[in-house]
Every structure is written in C-alpha cells, then in structure tokens.
Nanobody
Framework: QVQLVESGGGLVQAGASLRLSCVAS????????MGWFRQAPGKERQFLAT????????WYADSVKGRFTISRDNAKNTMYLQMNSLKPEDTAVYYC????????????????WGQGTQVTVSS
C-alpha cells in the first residue's frame, strides 16, 4: 500500500503560479508511476500528467501542456506539480495518484489516491 497526501493548493489570481506536492508513505515510492488528476464541480475527474518511476518520462494532457510540469524526488518520497499561468478554468480539486505503470495511470487504473487539495483561480 502507498498512502498519498497532497498539499500546496490555495486561492490565487489568474496568471499566478502554484506548486503542489504529494508525499508518499508505505511501500517503495520509487517503484510506482505517479500522476496528477483534477476534478471540477459537476465534472468528471480529469487526467493531467504522469511520470515514470524514475522520472525519466513524462506525459501531459493537452489542456496543461506547456503550463504544468510534473516531477518527483524519490529520495524525499515526493512528487510535484508546478502550475504556471493559471486560469480560472484550472479551478478544481487536485489529486495525486499512483499506479503500477504510466500505461495504467487513469481514473480506473490507478491503485492509490490522495485526498485532494483545492486550487481556486480567480479572474
């Protein structure tokens, strides 16, 4: 089992930046692919980005490509999501997730989830 705890959310103005963190505990974090999702009110949970166990490969949803950067520090059991040029439509609860591989990183395929952190972007 991997326990995940997100932090770093908050209320910011459009154009601002935030960095989310996801701290993992439990089984070996370094052997797990990690990812970020978000869910806005009344909408389905949406994939944002994923990173391989060693950080060597990353993938992004088109909606955040070029603005968001996913990274991880296995020595600290922590994954990050740097979010730049935030827009009001980025307002959502952001979740980190773990999966066996990036290929299984999805809402249904992820094995571990954090509790979420709220990000609100005002116009």
């Amino acid at each position: 089992q991997v326990q995940l705890v997100e932090s770093g959310g908050g209320l910011v103005q459009a154009g601002a930046s935030l960095r989310l963190s996801c701290v993992a505990s439990g089984r070996t974090f370094s052997g797990v692919a990690m990812g970020w999702f978000r869910q806005a009110p009344g909408k389905e949970r949406q994939f944002l980005a994923t990173i391989t166990w060693n950080g060597g490969i990353t993938w992004y949803a088109d909606s955040v490509k070029g603005r968001f950067t996913i990274s991880r520090d296995n020595a600290k059991n922590t994954m990050y999501l740097q979010m730049n040029s935030l827009k009001p439509e980025d307002t959502a609860v952001y979740y980190c997730a773990g999966a066996r591989t990036v290929a299984t990183m999805s809402v249904k395929g992820s094995d571990y989830w954090g509790q979420g952190t709220q990000v609100t972007v005002s116009s």
